[in-house]
């Protein structure tokens, strides 16, 4: 047959009717898709028309290349969205520049009502542009994306997949290799025979053989839908005819509208938005005949009483006919639905065109089909990897891996909130940190700079997360309000819709934390995404075990680089010099004025301070119950006292002999010592003499302020910690073990108390305990009980806080010197930021302020030590004396604060008088 070209309607223009041939007659030019064109042909005197021939497109393509003006007007004008975005997605293999701004690409394809069917934007089904959608998410102005810039959502995978998203390899290892799927079943021949058989119809598919070309050449479902609806429709001549994929999963049987009362004048804009939801009755009725392979034909009569759901019909239709469309194996692959008028083809179930028709479009939507699944498993391993990239880079922190852990949550399985629970490594019930991450936190502007997630805003839904963590099963909750598991109580102004708890794994296989999704925005989490989470939480365990190496590589380097300061600055003590003080006798209590609240070291030698030290723990009758040993007891003493240094000012030995024997002196007057118990006694004796060991001269926000090695060894009470951990060190060194006696429960007691107490000093967390104790000091004495863990807990910190300020407490004279030793420390510290940090020092620190003083101890001794020291003396009326003894000293300090006023005042008016 021959062809000649034709003039074309401007909706077939519109179309690219006759604009398209197969790739193969593109010789040497760009190839243009023939899978977007509609090559709507008609049956007149054996010829197909709208045939152009390969030279009429050369033209097209050169006259294209040549006015790149035009094209750029024609694409804004003409061209749909659908189609840039399916250039979008194969244009994107890689990234141009890691460094360019990063925004979140569309879907390319949308979730249909059913879990197990989807559509496709390029044609199927049109959505509003929503800002809360996955499709409108900011851009994100990093040097690196926390997402990768391919953007995809685990839905586009639902239905789609039939080969697992993980396996088990022979060694029990998990892999993403998976064996493709078998999409080419060559047991029969692919050209079947009746394509040449025509002797039972005068038509045969042999005598019009650009249907077989026009079919096979497109694997677009949606658009090779609308081509098989379409030429069912010219060779019936039915009215109308409509497409229904089949899909199965499992042992259900689903039907997918694909393409909707097409007939000669239809285009497939129209045809794809006219969208189809079956009535429940009618899909059971349509799958079971597809389950049984049977083709059928229904007059309007019987239409009426069986076919109920059918709305979509013309008025004039006579019959319906139902057409099976099996693949090469008999396997049903849709059906087609067609409304009969009086002059459609008659016996339609047993034309043999129409049936031949029928069988290729079968194999045709079965290749497609095949298609469609190899590119989704192309496009998932593509995911993975953008994944497994971005989890990868910049692995700097904990904290920042779990923001890309959770931003990749949110892109990827669109959801509203996302929640990383990690584990503690000493209890696998007990969540250490909780990471959240809103949809609505990547759309404010100062997620482009955001380098950690925000921390426990949410509820924890611990009845579920505990259950995750405990026995590692996966917890998907598709209605949240009947589920009696889930408090939503506790958050209030959150609508909860759907919960997914799903436990993540290091390569060890061991539950290191808990992933949890709530409310995704269509519908409910699927199987789907599950398995989507499962893959995904491999990489975050590798990422969250590789960054926690790395965090512990940086903190042991920080470790020793701590360790080679201390060890050139300090060495333990001499066994000559503790043999010396082993032999001297050590004097009473009485003798040193230990016991008394106005006690001053003033007029003691050192030695004097290590004979009262060694006589504090003998007093208390602690040398005697653990059988301490009193050499051992010299040689720690004096190693102690070896490691703080003499050029600080004021936090040395001579604060810590001063903070113990605060301590003794409450201990003994209060009669507390009694109630607390031997362990306890020694663990505060052993803290008051090394809370401060290895200071600096400096306190924790100069270390934080200076990034110093101790700042990036310990993140809170920096110093605290050295502290502690100087204090153990000595209690480790040999000839230092004054606790060797004790049995390991009492080792373990006292080394808790002595943590406990150390850490009390610092005084930002007495800040945040304070309203504890002064609810314990409204029962006064009445509220103690010794047995009650928390309230001992309370009265040790607060002892510790008050021997430590216990310098607020000695005669006004005493307390003023030791308060300009304290400021000169201060002023220290301040020039410092000065010199090293270029930063204006607070004024307690700021040399320049010293006449300030005065006024900066009213609100010391006002602010600070009278709380406690008035909660002490209400819970023990002994204790009163170091109260009355802060006020008195507030008071003093608050005439020279006068005083200082009065004078500053003078020397202004002396300044305005000369003037």
């Not at 019009?208 to 010219?234: G, M, Q, R, V, W």
């Not at 939801?277 to 059928?296: I, R």
């Not at 925000?454 to 996966?474: H, Q």
């Not at 010592?673 to 031997?678: A, D, I, N, V």
Request: proline letters at 4%; hydrophobic letters at 35%; one cysteine or more.
């Amino acid at each position: 047959m021959t062809s000649k070209p034709t003039s074309n309607t401007s909706v077939q223009r519109k179309q690219g009717v006759g604009l398209f041939k197969p790739v193969s007659w593109n010789r040497g030019r760009r190839v243009t898709s023939p899978l977007l064109g509609v090559a709507e042909r008609s049956v007149s005197g054996g010829q197909i028309l709208n045939c152009e021939g390969p030279l009429l497109q050369l033209q097209i393509e050169a006259f294209l290349d040549d006015h790149p003006d035009f094209t750029d007007s024609y694409v804004l004008r003409k061209v749909k969205k659908s189609t840039i975005d399916k250039w979008l997605i194969q244009n994107t293999h890689k990234d141009e520049e890691d460094h360019l701004p990063i925004r979140l690409a569309v879907n390319t394809v949308e979730q249909n009502n059913s879990e197990d069917t989807f559509q496709t934007n390029e044609g199927s089904q049109r959505k509003p542009y929503c800002s809360k959608s996955a499709e409108c998410t900011p851009v994100v102005k990093r040097s690196t994306s926390l997402t990768p810039h391919r953007k995809i959502s685990s839905a586009t995978f639902e239905g789609g997949r039939h080969s697992p998203l993980l396996t088990t390899a022979e060694d029990g290892s998990m892999s993403f290799l998976t064996v493709p799927p078998n999409v080419r079943k060559r047991s029969k021949n692919l050209q079947p025979e009746f394509l040449n058989d025509d002797s039972n119809n005068s038509k045969s598919l042999s005598n019009i053989p650009d249907i077989h070309e026009n079919l096979t050449s497109d694997l677009n479902h949606p658009s090779l839908c609308f081509k098989i609806a379409k030429n069912i429709c010219l060779f019936s001549k039915s009215l109308s005819t409509s497409i229904l994929e089949v899909k199965q999963n499992g042992q259900k049987i689903c039907l997918v509208s694909s393409a909707v009362n097409v007939n000669l004048t239809s285009t497939d804009d129209e045809s794809f938005e006219n969208n189809l939801t079956l009535d429940p009755e009618l899909n059971t009725y349509l799958a079971q005949l597809a389950h049984e392979g049977k083709s059928m034909l229904f007059t309007r009569k019987e239409v009426q009483t069986n076919l109920l759901g059918v709305s979509f019909l013309p008025d004039e239709y006579e019959e319906v006919a139902i057409l099976l469309l099996p693949d090469v194996d008999g396997e049903v692959q849709g059906l087609a639905l067609l409304s009969l008028g009086s002059d459609c083809v008659k016996y339609i179930l047993e034309n043999k065109l129409i049936s031949d028709i029928c069988k290729l479009s079968g194999i045709c939507m079965k290749n497609a089909s095949d298609f469609q699944t190899l590119s989704l498993e192309v496009t998932r391993s593509q995911v993975f990897l953008d994944l497994a990239r971005v989890m990868f880079e910049n692995q700097t922190s904990i904290e920042y891996t779990v923001l890309k852990i959770l931003a990749n949550l949110l892109v990827l399985i669109e959801c509203e909130r996302a929640q990383i629970l990690l584990l503690s490594k000493d209890s696998s019930s007990i969540f250490r940190k909780v990471y959240d991450l809103d949809e609505n936190d990547m759309l404010k502007e100062e997620f482009n700079t955001l380098m950690r997630p925000f921390e426990d805003r949410f509820p924890n839904n611990s009845s579920i997360t505990g259950l995750v963590a405990a026995i590692g099963k996966t917890v998907n909750i598709k209605d949240i309000l009947i589920d009696p598991r889930f408090d939503i109580n506790d958050d209030d102004d959150f609508e909860h819709r759907s919960l997914l708890c799903m436990p993540i794994r290091d390569s060890g296989n061991q539950i290191i934390g808990v992933v949890s999704l709530v409310n995704k925005k269509k519908g409910y989490f699927t199987s789907n995404d599950e398995s989507f989470v499962e893959a995904f939480g491999i990489f975050c365990g590798i990422s969250l075990a590789n960054v926690s190496n790395y965090e512990q590589a940086k903190a042991a380097e920080a470790r020793s680089q701590v360790a080679l300061d201390i060890m050139t600055y300090h060495a333990s003590s001499n066994t000559a010099d503790a043999n010396s003080l082993a032999s001297k006798v050590v004097p009473s209590s009485l003798s040193l004025h230990l016991q008394s609240f106005s006690f001053t070291d003033c007029e003691l030698e050192d030695m004097d301070t290590l004979m009262g030290s060694l006589r504090m723990f003998y007093d208390l009758d602690l040398v005697k119950k653990f059988k301490l040993n009193h050499k051992t007891m010299c040689q720690w003493i004096l190693t102690v006292k070896k490691n703080y240094r003499p050029e600080v000012v004021y936090h040395n030995w001579r604060h810590a002999f001063n903070v113990a024997q605060v301590m003794f002196s409450s201990l003994i007057n209060s009669g507390w010592w009694e109630g607390l118990g031997p362990i306890t006694c020694l663990g505060l004796l052993v803290a008051c003499l090394c809370h401060d060991l290895d200071h600096r001269g400096t306190n924790n926000s100069y270390q934080m302020a200076t990034n110093s090695p101790l700042a990036k060894l310990y993140s809170t009470s920096t110093l605290e910690r050295h502290h502690l951990n100087q204090a153990l060190i000595i209690l480790n060194l040999d000839g230092n073990r004054i606790l060797d006696s004790l049995s390991p429960a009492e080792y373990t007691a006292v080394l808790s108390v002595i943590e406990e107490a150390i850490l009390a000093t610092d005084l930002s967390l007495h800040f945040a305990h304070l309203g504890r104790l002064k609810n314990l000091s409204k029962d006064g004495p009445a509220g103690l009980d010794w047995e009650n863990q928390e309230k001992v807990s309370i009265t040790m910190a607060a002892l510790m806080t008050a021997s430590d300020l216990g310098a607020s407490t000695k005669p006004f004279q005493v307390q003023r010197k030791i308060a300009g030793m304290v400021a000169e420390e201060f002023w220290y510290q301040g020039d410092l930021e000065k010199a090293q940090l270029n930063t204006p020092p607070v004024p307690m620190m700021d040399r320049e302020l010293r006449h300030e003083l005065p006024k900066l101890q009213v609100g010391f001794c006002e602010g600070v030590c009278l709380p406690v020291y008035r909660a002490l003396a209400c819970l023990s009326p002994a204790l009163q004396p170091m109260e009355e003894a802060v006020i008195f000293n507030r008071d003093r300090w608050a005439e020279l604060a006068e005083n200082n006023q009065e004078e500053e005042e003078e020397k202004e008016n002396k300044v305005t008088r000369n003037l």
